[in-house]
């Protein structure tokens, strides 16, 4: 029987593998104590007989039977990828919990907040914060998901730790608070003026009083 022969008879799932398959399919039955048929429709019947007795257990070997197999691998490998948080691109791999575009990671629990925190070593403080909204209002979405509730309370107290040391070097810097005048030349020249105006003015009220 050909190949185009056996995919018209296909009709369903079981019997597409049953059919591209007929050697490994008829040891499976065989190994469960069946009478292997010599014909593949009533092969595939009789396999469908075996899942309704034996459920997952038979589903799951009748699925590494798939000729299709590595190529359903594959496409599920890429169906595990989702947004990344950080750069949003549709690029993040679950299973290795980092992103294929820009690196990003989760947090992975108590004791890694030095590595999670790391990442956002080159990011600006906007960019941060915008970050932080977007874990937030994920972490609001998903109340019961605690590494993210942490992961979102990590980035805060960063937010914060960062606004303090700006606060603090803008109050140190010589350009700040009662430094931060600085006259210029047209400034002193206005002062230089105002101040021969006043001499001038002086001399005169003086003249008129003698």
Same mark, same amino acid.
């Given at each position: 029987?050909n190949?185009?022969?056996?995919?018209?008879? #296909?009709?369903? =799932?079981?019997?597409y593998?049953?059919?591209?398959?007929?050697?490994?399919? $008829?040891?499976?039955?065989?190994?469960?104590g069946?009478? *292997?048929?010599?014909?593949?429709?009533?092969?595939a019947? #009789?396999?469908?007989?075996?899942v =309704?007795?034996?459920?997952?257990? *038979?589903i799951k070997?009748?699925?590494?039977?798939?000729?299709?197999k590595?190529?359903?691998?594959?496409?599920n490998?890429?169906s595990?990828?989702?947004?990344?948080?950080?750069c949003?691109?549709?690029s993040y791999?679950d299973s290795?919990?980092?992103?294929?575009s820009?690196?990003y990671s &989760?947090y992975n629990?108590?004791?890694?907040?030095?590595?999670?925190l790391?990442?956002?070593?080159?990011?600006?403080l906007?960019e941060?914060? $915008?970050?932080?909204? =977007?874990?937030? &209002?994920? $972490?609001n979405?998903?109340?019961?998901?605690?590494?993210?509730?942490?992961?979102v309370?990590?980035?805060?107290?960063?937010?914060?730790?960062? &606004?303090a040391?700006a606060?603090?070097? #803008?109050?140190?810097?010589p350009?700040?608070g =009662?430094?931060?005048? #600085?006259p210029?030349k047209e400034d002193?020249?206005? *002062?230089?003026?105002v101040?021969?105006?006043?001499?001038?003015?002086g001399?005169?009220?003086?003249f008129?009083s003698?």
């Open positions: 029987m190949t185009q022969t056996l995919s018209k008879l #296909a009709q369903n =799932r079981i019997d593998i049953v059919y591209h398959n007929i050697d490994k399919v $008829s040891e499976l039955l065989d190994g469960y069946f009478v *292997v048929p010599e014909n593949p429709k009533d092969l019947e #009789a396999i469908r007989e075996l =309704r007795k034996r459920g997952r257990k *038979v070997e009748l699925i590494s039977l798939h000729p299709d590595e190529t359903i691998l594959k496409l490998s890429v595990d990828k989702s947004v990344c948080e950080s949003q691109n549709d791999n290795k919990n980092s992103c294929d820009c690196g &989760k629990g108590s004791g890694d907040e030095y590595n999670f790391n990442q956002f070593e080159n990011y600006t906007p941060l914060q $915008s970050y932080y909204d =977007r874990i937030l &209002k994920e $972490s979405k998903n109340p019961n998901e605690k590494k993210l509730a942490q992961e309370q990590l980035v805060w107290n960063e937010i914060r730790t960062r &606004k040391i606060n603090k070097q #803008a109050e140190q810097s350009t700040s =009662r430094f931060r005048f #600085a210029t002193l020249i206005i *002062v230089g003026i101040f021969f105006t006043g001499i001038i003015i001399n005169g009220l003086n008129t003698k």
